[in-house]
């Protein structure tokens, strides 16, 4: 996911984003034990939600200066 199309995202949408993600690795990590066929997206989902958090933060820093 794109930064652009993160910061497009509301509070909520991005809330819920993370949880989804969160879930997801987790999914992943079940699989782990067995062969993945594609490795990366353990760095791709960790990444995401670290973009997710950061234009959070941003968001409510925003907020917090008004």
Do not use: C, Q, W, Y
């Not at 819920?16 to 594609?38: A, V």
């Not at 968001?59 to 008004?66: G, L, M, P, V």
């Amino acid at each position: 996911m794109k930064i652009k199309d993160i910061r497009a995202l509301s509070k909520e949408e991005l809330k819920e984003k993370i949880s989804d993600l969160r879930k997801e690795l987790m999914d992943f990590e079940f699989k782990r034990s067995g062969n993945l066929e594609k490795p990366h997206v353990f760095r791709v989902a960790r990444k995401t939600i670290a973009r997710i958090l950061t234009v959070l933060k941003e968001k409510e820093n925003e907020t917090n200066k008004r």
